[in-house]
């Protein structure tokens, strides 16, 4: 059976990073996913909108989103708990990203591949994926399989894991954003996997935790 995949873009102003983004995900095979959704945390720049109402970029056949802007901008930490729960509950897995990256054609795929294989290793479900292998920071591996690695750390840009996993990212997340994730995976030896070679790249300058002259990214990302 094929797995059911709800894929969340997490956004907040920056709508030049947003339209690639999107442009990016529509050149792949998202219309493997049962659900896409962006959530907006009520962006102040009125270009956001104007991304958000092009129906070249969210209303296309097969591969169309849903927009949920909410009210009031309430932050990276609490709008991520808010956007994981306007998600539907007929999925089987939960892919996230930052609305500032760029993704390889067959992103879903090989996420859903790939998770089936550490699967086969670790046999559990409490267990973090990412499609994000920047060739600047978290080079950490512990273990090195045929396609994938396991790691000490990853960053926020790219998450995906079954929903049984959902309430432990909610409650790790509740701590310190993505950083309260890996170290509480690391206090549990939860495995935190990594695809091998990366699907998605960074090209965000601008962000919590990224400025204009660094930030993470894979500089032998492959387009192809």
Not at 80 to 108: G, R
Request: with cysteine; net charge neutral.
């Amino acid at each position: 059976m094929e797995p059911r995949v709800a894929l969340l873009v997490r956004s907040y102003n920056r709508p030049n990073y947003l339209q690639e983004t999107l442009e990016s995900l529509l050149r792949a095979d998202i219309d493997r996913c049962c659900e896409r959704l962006i959530y907006d945390d009520c962006s102040s720049d009125p270009g956001v909108m104007s991304v958000l109402r092009n129906p070249s970029l969210t209303n296309v056949p097969t591969k169309s989103f849903s927009v949920v802007q909410g009210s009031a901008n309430i932050g990276c930490k609490n709008s991520y708990l808010v956007a994981l729960n306007a998600l539907s509950s007929s999925y089987d897995f939960i892919c996230t990203v930052d609305n500032d990256v760029h993704v390889k054609p067959n992103f879903i795929s090989t996420l859903i591949q790939t998770y089936q294989d550490a699967y086969k290793v670790y046999d559990t479900h409490h267990m973090l994926l990412t499609g994000f292998d920047p060739s600047n920071a978290h080079q950490n591996p512990m273990e090195a399989h045929e396609t994938f690695y396991r790691k000490r750390s990853c960053g926020g840009v790219n998450f995906f894991f079954h929903r049984s996993f959902k309430p432990f990212i909610i409650d790790a997340w509740k701590i310190n954003l993505d950083w309260g994730v890996v170290n509480l995976m690391g206090k549990y030896r939860y495995p935190l996997v990594c695809t091998k070679p990366g699907v998605v790249q960074h090209i965000g300058a601008h962000g919590l935790n990224s400025s204009g002259r660094r930030f993470d990214r894979d500089d032998s990302f492959s387009y192809l």
